[in-house]
């Protein structure tokens, strides 16, 4: 079984200037998640999508973050503009229902630089 | 809110040795535990998780028992490898209308010497 892929692993970027990252969870799962990890820092959630729908953006940057699902599969999340404290890793993972104690899978995450 | 509290790294230990990694957690309710390991250049991987007081997860010859009375899920193995070098991060959900965010620690890193 096909593990949850990202896209880019590594982005460079000078602050100011906008990047996305792309997320195709595992096959079949009905919730994806975006976390955040800054170095020395263990993840945060930056938003959960249900299908669709997003169940918990309360973290999310709204004025410089966005994301969206399409369709219920893919996802991408969005920087616009970068600043230098958005250097971290970003880690999409799935799970298959938003149910208690379900595990979730996690990909090898985007590796974001801002100059 | 939520927290969960690690001890702090980085660990060294030579092979064979006894591993123990301290992990207490503050929740309300009843939160289920998580030990998610990340080797080195791969993806965080759950190791083991337990989902009420008393219980033991275990995985790879590592065991944690979740226990209410002091609000700890301690990560223990009795013979580490060199191969269990990587970065050990605590974690707890808790139910909140479909919510299951993962909320973490700040992670420990485990270097084994052979």
């Known amino acids: 079984e096909a593990g949850v892929a990202q896209s880019p692993r590594y982005k460079i970027i000078e602050k100011r200037q906008s990047v996305a990252f792309w997320c195709n969870p595992i096959s079949g799962h009905a919730t994806l998640y975006w976390y955040q990890q800054i170095l020395g820092q263990g993840p945060k959630l930056l938003i959960q999508?249900?299908?669709?729908?997003?169940?918990?953006d309360s973290q999310l940057p709204k004025d410089r973050f966005s994301a969206e699902r399409l369709k219920g599969v893919d996802s991408t999340l969005k920087i616009q503009p970068a600043k230098l404290e958005d250097s971290a890793v970003y880690l999409c993972?799935?799970?298959?229902?938003?149910?208690?104690?379900?595990?979730?899978?996690f990909g090898p995450g985007t590796r974001l630089t801002v100059l | 809110g939520d927290s969960v509290t690690q001890m702090e790294g980085p660990v060294t230990l030579s092979e064979e040795a006894f591993l123990t990694i301290n992990c207490t957690y503050t929740?309300?309710?009843?939160?289920?535990l998580f030990w998610y390991v990340q080797y080195p250049g791969e993806g965080l991987q759950l190791l083991l998780k337990?989902?009420?007081?008393?219980d033991k997860g275990s995985n790879k010859g590592f065991e944690a028992t979740y226990r209410k009375e002091t609000t700890s899920f301690h990560l223990e193995k009795g013979s580490v490898q060199v191969s269990d070098s990587a970065v050990y991060f605590c974690?707890?959900?808790?139910?909140?209308?479909?919510?299951?965010?993962?909320?973490f620690g700040t992670g420990t890193r485990l270097t084994i010497i052979p």
């Open positions: 999508f249900q299908n669709n729908g997003v169940v918990d």
């Open positions: 929740a309300t309710g009843y939160p289920s």
């Open positions: 974690a707890l959900t808790r139910s909140n209308f479909g919510n299951e965010k993962l909320t």
């Open positions: 993972a799935s799970s298959l229902a938003g149910t208690r104690n379900n595990e979730q899978f």
């Open positions: 337990a989902t009420k007081a008393d």
